[in-house]
RNA sequence: GGACACGUGGCCCAGCUGGAUAAGGCGGCGGCCUCCUAAGCCGCAGAUCGCGGGUUCGAAUCCUGCCGUGUCCGCCA
């Protein structure tokens, strides 16, 4: 609780200073009380007893009679206890928090290779991006989200060849062996196309003219990596229709972009070939015998593999050299530069993060993710052991609509679907965000259709109430401040205090659960509040209560917009 | 083999950079709609925080060894 901490750490300071302890390694251990009624700060006073040579009990004591008068300060068993007086707390939450962030941030995010559809593992980066993107804009950062084009290399160029030389009977012949595409999908590009590209890698195995093709492949391959215009003309009309497919499905759950940045650009604009000679004059600077080019980055510490290729025997660049060109890019237009990568990404990214330095540049945040599994194991498309988007979303919108049937027989079939879709998206997004990115979960059905406990629908609904009441009252609040506060305000008060303390941590540490956790807090204390605090009573406003409410609802619902969930005010 | 993550009740998961009785959710059991939406609320049962050492007044948290799981170790992207 920041507020608070604002207040107490002066008198502290100079309280423990007459008391002879030196430094301020004990605004570290300044921390949340653990329990409710312990206060809301706690200070252990175990460090101090050793410097001093004095019982911690007794100097929690000393420290709790020096500060008396000042703040609410109580000692028990050797740690002092801080307590926010209520009706100041109140105040002080009913006023509100001005926003705090002023950095531009650059957040680049999914950057998805085009030759497909999102399956919930790829959607992971996303969802998770985007979330910082709200995140940050809450925070009051200026944001923008990028999304790097793969416009060039392997991927492409395979789906560009097929694409020029396979028929729809050749797709269907080489596709045999696999689950036919989901009818519901036909016409959505990303799902029509992908199949020429599962076609042309089965055909990359088992063809007789296998040779031929990976020749042709590696043709188209080398001239995009050379910038080659027809080419790159080829591959970005190969590729587009499949992207436009894959950000319908971003853009139903609710994720945009502001700026789509194409690999190609910096190899054509000649960035890429002028970085790769100033990596020639580097100290670090090697050569293998066929001409390809290095750094060893095991000379500047880096563990396993030292040697870190930049450029092909031939001449041309690699993925992570145009990588570094964009870093370099992406720096000249912001403050702080957020990127969202698989772990499978790691060691491509320390050596990325490595050459910068050796650049003289600074080095991007990156939040890491561990894949979603399925029960039967890691997702394949060729296995046919994913689950695409697509079908989570529909699936989650109808499991939904019955859901909202059965509870509200009273709205029309608009209002359901538009409820349930509000619902379905919700609870996918929520689902997702609200583990830490470091753990590989396994997907279940179970759990990205519940709608209970811990998920976005429980803490839609706590704003739905708010909404309710806010509708019977039909105006905005008195600026009335609460007297006597019961229990369940004063609670409701203090994870309001903590809300913005918790953006802050979150965006700092790019841990973005932590606000989903947070938000269920948020509603959880709602709940209680809305339990024991009653804003109508028989049909009079009680105008406190009301302020509280309001306060309360204007915090879910920029809360939950953070998140990316959909603020309904009914359902 | 090496590097990096992760391992918390039957299941899922939090634990904010070492602190006081390990927090929630699901599932189980038992309660609450003449009272602002019961997708809610209240109560009960359930944990040697993977295992062994170490540092510390204090370890789920830091160090180390082992075990298990995942990811990576391409002149692919």
Known sequence: MQILREIIEQPLESALADMGVEGDFWKQALGPSRERDQGDLSLPCFPFAKQLGRNPAEIANELATALSGVVDAEAAGGYLNFKA???????????????????????????????????????????????????????????????YVDDMGKQVGVLAWALQNLSEADVADALVDMDDMNPKWKGKSDHETVRWYQAAQALRQDSIDKDAIEDEISRLVHASEHGDDAVLAQFEEAYSPVLEGMLETLSRLGIEFDTFTKESKFVVDGTVSALMERFESMEIHGMAENGAHFLDLGQRGMKGKTEFFYRRGDGSSLYATRDIAYHMWKWEQCDELINILGEDHKLQSKQVGMTLSELGEKVPEVMFYAFIKLPEGKMSTRKGNVVFMDDLLDEAQSHAAAIVRELRSDISDEEVATIAEAVGVSAVRFNIIKVNPDKGFTFSWDEALSFEGESAPFVMYAHTRAC???????????????????????????????????????????????????????????????????????????????????????????????????????M
Not at 90 to 108: C, P
Not at 113 to 141: C, E, K, S
Not at 555 to 568: C, F, H, Q, Y
Request: hydrophobic share 40%; proline share 4%.
């Open 468 to 570: 309710s009441i806010n509708r019977k009252v039909g105006r905005a609040p008195q600026n009335v401040f609460p007297t006597d506060i019961p229990d369940a305000m004063h609670e409701l008060m203090r994870v309001m205090a903590c809300n913005r303390d918790i953006i802050a941590l979150a965006t700092g540490e790019n841990r973005p659960h932590l606000f989903a956790t947070q938000m269920l807090d948020l509603a959880t204390a709602y709940n209680a509040f809305y339990r024991d605090c009653h804003v109508l009573m028989d049909g009079v406003v009680e105008e406190a209560n009301y302020a509280v409410s309001e306060a309360a609802r204007h915090m879910l619902r920029s809360g939950i917009e953070a998140l990316g969930v959909i603020p309904l005010e009914s």
């Open 85 to 147: 007086n209520r009706d100041w707390l109140a105040q002080r939450v009913l006023s509100g928090f001005d926003t705090v962030g002023n950095k531009s941030v650059l957040i680049e995010h999914t950057s998805a290779n085009p030759n497909g559809p999102f399956h919930v593992g790829r959607a992971r980066n996303a969802i998770l991006g985007d979330t910082m993107v709200r995140l940050h804009r809450l925070h009051g950062n200026e944001v923008r989200a990028e999304y």
